[in-house]
């Protein structure tokens, strides 16, 4: 039982890992966009302050619905479940680091002609690189715990699972006298987290206090 809890443990580990690289690869832009013109940034974050407020848990009903409906994968669609409330931590790190660039570097840039692939990959992305390490880790303590509610979805009589950790723990959340199961689950995911920030999260957290710091 231990090392199939790893192995479903490992499928988790994939989908929290792919919902962070694409929420990355939408946010991280569009944040440091935002950042760039801070009379826009302004006007936008209220709005996106009153997004991030709102309770991720009430679009479940209508994304259940339409997975179930719809006859889509719990496999990858999960991954959208599990995203809802963890993407605005990248998005407001994005924006934070961006506005928080010096002006001079900016006007070196410009004097320089910098602009397309050469600016994002000399100034924008290093310049923005702690913030952004700061986001994917708020983020991803987020993700881990949607998944115990993202890889289970129940519609009336119909309930659809994902091959996951979450949905492991779920499982036996809602049988009584499974406290060893339990306790199983929640005691493995902790140790993929944990492992997870040695290997990955601190090393970049190390990266960018060495490298990119002003």
């Avoid at 790190?93 to 000399?122: C, I, M, Q, T, Y």
């Amino acid at each position: 039982e231990v090392g199939r809890v790893f192995l479903l443990g490992f499928f988790t580990l994939l989908r929290v890992l792919g919902v962070l690289a694409l929420a990355a690869l939408v946010w991280v832009p569009v944040g440091i966009l935002l950042g760039l013109r801070p009379s826009l940034a302004q006007r936008v974050q209220a709005l996106l302050q009153v997004l991030a407020a709102f309770p991720a848990n009430l679009l479940y009903p209508p994304l259940a619905y339409a997975i179930v409906h719809r006859h889509l994968s719990l496999e990858v669609f999960s991954a959208f479940l599990m995203v809802l409330g963890t993407q605005w931590y990248i998005l407001f790190n994005a924006v934070a680091g961006s506005l928080a660039l010096p002006e001079d570097l900016k006007e070196a840039a410009r004097s320089f002609g910098l602009r397309g692939l050469p600016l994002w990959r000399r100034l924008l992305l290093p310049g923005t690189f702690p913030y952004l390490v700061t986001g994917l880790i708020t983020a991803s303590g987020g993700t881990w715990n949607a998944a115990i509610v993202a890889e289970v979805v129940q519609w009336g009589n119909t309930t659809w699972q994902a091959t996951g950790l979450g949905s492991y723990i779920t499982s036996w959340t809602l049988k009584e006298g499974q406290g060893p199961h339990l306790l199983l689950g929640i005691a493995v995911m902790s140790l993929y987290v944990v492992v997870l920030n040695r290997l990955l999260w601190r090393r970049l957290y190390r990266l960018a206090e060495e490298r990119f710091r002003f």
